[in-house]
């Protein structure tokens, strides 16, 4: 393979920790400033972050060709860096990659913990990583399609836990399938936080509308 090149812009205006600054890559543009905990900003992404960003993007890539490669079921995969800094000066200690993988089999978890052990090791971007720093994996959690036509009923779960099961089912769902939400309110809040977070990656259609009993067919839109 030819040696590939990447550029970055970097712009930072203002003063001291109280700049704000871009960064242009592709045709992104990325708004970044000194994170609050450290006595800056806090607006857009840090320096920090974007480094973190940059190690979970290439995992993710690396683990989900891992996965194809070692014909493990796969639908989509979801990553959760944590990120800890310490220390002065400050320095970045630990990172650690937590894998969701949706549309698995939770029969072969051992397998996909395997190629995400793997996917740590042969992600280059973390290779990069000086040996001070402590890069690990979390434990992975294999979620098993979402047949058609299920129906999720929330209305016996504490309001806390509802958000949390509902996106993960959501997100589980095949392209052009659909499941049936039942709720004891109106889930319209559900609704606008779906659209602001997937897009219009899914459709939306009431099939109860009170006064006590809510159902909403939500689907996973084709293409």
């Known amino acids: 393979m030819d040696d590939l090149e990447f550029e970055v812009t970097t712009r930072w205006s203002g003063t001291g920790r109280e700049a704000l600054g871009t960064v242009e890559t592709g045709d992104q543009v990325l708004a970044w400033s000194v994170p609050a905990g450290m006595g800056g900003r806090g607006e857009g992404s840090s320096p920090e972050e974007l480094l973190a960003s940059a190690v979970a993007t290439c995992y993710t890539g690396t683990l989900s060709s891992l996965l194809t490669r070692d014909g493990l079921r796969w639908e989509r995969v979801q990553v959760r860096l944590l990120e800890r800094v310490e220390g002065q000066p400050m320095r970045i200690a630990e990172l650690v990659v937590t894998p969701e993988v949706l549309g698995g089999e939770p029969d072969r978890r051992d397998a996909y913990q395997a190629a995400a052990n793997l996917a740590r090791e042969r992600c280059f971007i973390g290779r990069h990583l000086r040996p001070e720093v402590q890069y690990r994996v979390g434990t992975v959690s294999v ?67 009170g006064p006590k009993t809510w159902r909403v067919r939500i689907g996973r839109r084709a293409g």
């Open 143 to 209: 979620q098993p399609p979402v047949a058609p036509g299920d129906e999720l009923d929330v209305r016996t779960l504490p309001p806390a836990q509802r958000h949390q099961l509902i996106f993960s089912t959501i997100d589980r769902l095949g392209e052009g399938t659909q499941l049936t939400l039942v709720n004891d309110h109106d889930p319209l809040p559900l609704r606008y936080q779906l659209e602001a977070t997937r897009g219009d990656a899914f459709s939306w259609e009431y099939l109860e509308e």
